[in-house]
């Protein structure tokens, strides 16, 4: 699977910012395409991911209410809405494919995806 992430860049703390993650079309719809970032110096960090087929998502604790990920099937992009930035939201964002269905115990593991895109990098200046 291949996967596009765009939308990063220079915000300053309390503005937003749209992530867009567009993936190869998929024949099968069970799968899961989940947000990572990473920040200097720090280990890659869950973040947030939908199940495609029923739109299930889920949060990492950190961005609850402030973040929300949504779906647009007929243009295979995931987005995720970044409101309320903070200077520590500053990372590379990263989004992943995940070929199984939605299990809690494994959507916020990166070593649960399977492919990964590019990332895009994310400033939050205070």
């Known amino acids: 699977v291949q996967l596009q992430a765009s939308g990063g860049g220079l915000v300053q703390a309390g503005g937003s910012l749209r992530l867009a993650c567009v993936h190869s079309r998929r024949i099968f719809n069970t799968y899961i395409i989940g947000w990572f970032r990473q920040a200097p110096g720090k280990e890659r960090e869950f973040v947030a991911a939908?199940?495609?087929?029923?739109?299930?998502?889920g949060y990492a604790d950190s961005v609850k209410g402030r973040f929300a990920i949504s779906r647009d099937t007929p243009k295979n992009t995931v987005y995720l809405q970044m409101n309320s930035l903070k200077p520590e939201d500053t990372a590379v964002y990263y989004c992943?494919?995940?070929?199984?269905?939605?299990?809690?115990?494994?959507?916020?593991?990166?070593?649960?995806?399977?492919?990964w895109g590019r990332g895009t990098l994310v400033t939050v200046s205070s």
């Open positions: 939908i199940g495609w087929s029923d739109g299930r998502t």
């Open positions: 992943a494919y995940d070929h199984t269905a939605w299990s809690e115990d494994s959507v916020s593991q990166p070593t649960a995806y399977d492919s």
